[in-house]
């Protein structure tokens, strides 16, 4: 690879689909720059060390970059190349090992400190020797801090910030690891300068599971109500109601352990194709439910001599609604096989709900 160019490193295993929350720094106190340094030397260094996230990426603000602005004049002055500042700067950052001096049985390292920690630092920088006298980067050009060029801008209600996306690990609990970041970004924030606030509640997957499934407890606690209510005005009869009302929980639980069984995840799809799937198995016991009860009224209004035992009753009534009921399941069954022959990201999204 042409020397300017990084080598290739594995990227973290995550995705967009993955991206579990967006999290805003800004303060009305601090530059663009202040901000983007918190954001990547202390806010995704913290956040990255979760078990459970695979990536964070921040957007926004400025990058602090040292900055060396060359003075043509200055380097015609002295007959000093372009090149020939640009190798002493790259030389200089460095610390150096210089071996041991031992003395009384005592050994003591040696080391040269060469890391600059200031814009003071590189202006000392030795370049070329001159009259006897050496030529130093201050000499040539200023040295400041100043902001690198710019990628991407972002921004929260209008104020500018650094926004960073979180990406979590593939089969971590997304509601599990949002709380732990809760936990850590209110940590982090205790420890921020005065001024520095971070937004957490821009973008939250748990946010819309925890919708899911209120919105999903919502309808079964609705349509239970409205079952209750309806089958007992019909058969008017508590035991009757009670049988028909059986059928829901036992079928929820077979579903559930037919995804477990399938090492499949209990998550919107599949929580949608339960919720459809009610209908279905409210009206196959209904109908079979009020059959036998309509026989059963039938057989009592009966002479005593041709009174038929119950369990016979109930099971040829059974038996004279049970062909249209499993036809009529067979047909809705149908009616999702087609997704199962979907590809791609449909076939992810979709299969789920037709297996729920």
Same mark, same amino acid.
């Given at each position: 690879?042409?020397?300017?160019?990084?080598?290739?490193v594995?990227?973290?295993?995550s995705?967009?689909?993955?991206?579990?929350? %967006?999290?805003?720094?800004?303060?009305?106190?601090?530059?663009a720059?202040e901000?983007? +340094?918190?954001a990547d030397?202390?806010?995704?260094? #913290?956040?990255?060390a979760?078990?459970?996230?695979a990536?964070?990426?921040?957007n926004?603000?400025?990058?602090k970059?040292y &900055?060396?602005?060359?003075?043509p004049?200055?380097? @015609?002055?002295?007959n000093?190349?372009?090149?020939?500042?640009?190798e002493?700067?790259?030389?200089?950052?460095?610390?150096?090992? @210089?071996?041991f001096?031992?003395?009384?049985?005592?050994?003591?390292?040696? &080391?040269?400190l060469?890391r600059v920690?200031?814009?003071e630092?590189i202006?000392?920088?030795f370049v070329?020797?001159r009259?006897?006298?050496?030529?130093?980067v201050?000499h040539l050009?200023?040295?400041?801090?100043?902001?690198?060029?710019?990628?991407?801008t972002?921004a929260?209600?209008? &104020?500018?910030?650094?926004?960073?996306?979180?990406?979590?690990?593939?089969?971590?609990n997304?509601?599990e690891?949002t709380a732990?970041?809760?936990?850590v970004?209110k940590?982090?924030? +205790?420890?921020?300068?005065?001024?520095?606030?971070i937004?957490?509640?821009?973008?939250? $997957?748990?946010?819309?599971?925890?919708?899911s499934?209120s919105?999903l407890?919502h309808?079964?606690r609705?349509? @239970?109500?409205?079952?209750v209510?309806i089958v %007992?005005?019909?058969?008017?009869?508590?035991?009757a109601?009670?049988?028909?009302?059986?059928a829901?929980?036992l079928?929820?639980?077979?579903a559930?352990?037919?995804?477990?069984?399938? !090492?499949?995840?209990?998550?919107?799809?599949t929580?949608?194709?339960?919720?459809?799937a009610?209908?279905a198995?409210?009206? !196959?016991?209904?109908?079979v439910?009020?059959?036998?009860?309509? #026989?059963?009224? &039938?057989?009592k209004q009966?002479?005593s001599e041709? $009174? #038929?035992?119950?369990l016979?009753?109930?099971?040829e009534a059974?038996?004279?609604?049970?062909? +249209?009921?499993?036809?009529?399941?067979?047909?809705?069954?149908?009616?999702?096989?087609?997704l %199962? %022959?979907?590809t791609?990201?449909e076939? #992810?999204?979709? $299969?789920?709900?037709?297996?729920?």
């Open positions: 690879l042409p020397p300017d160019i990084s080598s290739p594995m990227a973290p295993v995705s967009v689909m993955g991206e579990i929350m %967006f999290i805003a720094l800004k303060s009305e106190q601090h530059d720059i901000l983007k +340094s918190i030397w202390v806010l995704r260094r #913290r956040l990255l979760i078990p459970g996230v990536e964070v990426i921040p926004g603000g400025q990058t970059q &900055q060396v602005l060359i003075k004049e200055r380097l @015609a002055a002295y000093i190349s372009l090149k020939e500042v640009t002493a700067l790259r030389a200089t950052n460095n610390n150096s090992s @210089a071996g001096y031992i003395e009384s049985a005592q050994e003591y390292l040696i &080391q040269g060469g920690h200031s814009p630092d202006g000392k920088t070329a020797l009259g006897g006298e050496p030529v130093l201050r050009a200023q040295v400041k801090l100043g902001p690198a060029p710019t990628r991407g972002a929260h209600n209008g &104020q500018a910030a650094v926004v960073l996306g979180i990406q979590k690990q593939p089969g971590a997304t509601l690891l732990r970041l809760d936990e970004i940590d982090i924030q +205790s420890t921020l300068p005065e001024g520095m606030k937004e957490s509640h821009i973008f939250r $997957q748990a946010d819309f599971i925890s919708t499934i919105n407890t309808a079964l609705d349509g @239970a109500i409205l079952v209510i %007992f005005i019909f058969l008017a009869s508590f035991r109601t009670a049988i028909t009302l059986v829901l929980p079928s929820l639980l077979t559930l352990l037919v995804i477990q069984a399938m !090492d499949a995840t209990i998550n919107t799809m929580l949608g194709g339960l919720a459809i009610l209908g198995l409210v009206d !196959d016991a209904i109908i439910v009020e059959n036998i009860v309509r #026989r059963l009224r &039938q057989n009966l002479v041709k $009174q #038929r035992p119950v016979q009753v109930v099971l059974t038996r004279e609604i049970q062909g +249209s009921i499993v036809f009529a399941t067979i047909i809705i069954m149908l009616v999702f096989l087609p %199962f %022959f979907l791609g990201v076939s #992810r999204l979709m $299969q789920p709900l037709g297996l729920a």
